[in-house]
Nanobody, 116 residues
Framework: VQLQASGGGLVQPGESLRLSCAAPGIIFSIYDMGWYRQAPGKQRELVAVITSGGNTDYADSVKGRFTISIDNAKKMVYLQMNSLKPEDTAVYYC???????????WGQGTLVTVSS
């Protein structure tokens, strides 16, 4: 199963972007799906997660601005990002973690640049 992230780009502060992650073959009821990001010179960090049970959680820095969602029929995971800030600039990665297994899959990253 190959995760495929897309939707990154260059936007100005305050604008919005929606990232998409194609997750063919993933059974969302047994995977926690997450979006991570890695800024230059920094460690990869968790941005948002939606659990196998449908619960969501967000990094404090994006709460109220970002929303993670799933379209089970299309096998897609989305990250709606509003009110973007320059500090949101990073490569964003999607991740599928099989619950209670320690196993996870990563997609290739998509670059988000927020700059005026």
């Amino acid at each position: 199963v190959q995760l495929q992230a897309s939707g990154g780009g260059l936007v100005q502060p305050g604008e919005s972007l929606r990232l998409s992650c194609a997750a063919p073959g993933i059974i969302f009821s047994i995977y926690d799906m997450g979006w991570y990001r890695q800024a230059p010179g920094k460690q990869r960090e968790l941005v948002a997660v939606i659990t196998s049970g449908g619960n969501t959680d967000y990094a404090d820095s994006v709460k109220g601005r970002f929303t993670i969602s799933i379209d089970n029929a299309k096998k897609m995971v989305y990250l709606q990002m509003n009110s973007l800030k320059p500090e949101d600039t990073a490569v964003y990665y999607c991740n599928a973690a099989l619950v209670r297994s320690g196993l996870s899959r990563w997609g290739q990253g998509t670059l988000v640049t927020v700059s005026s």
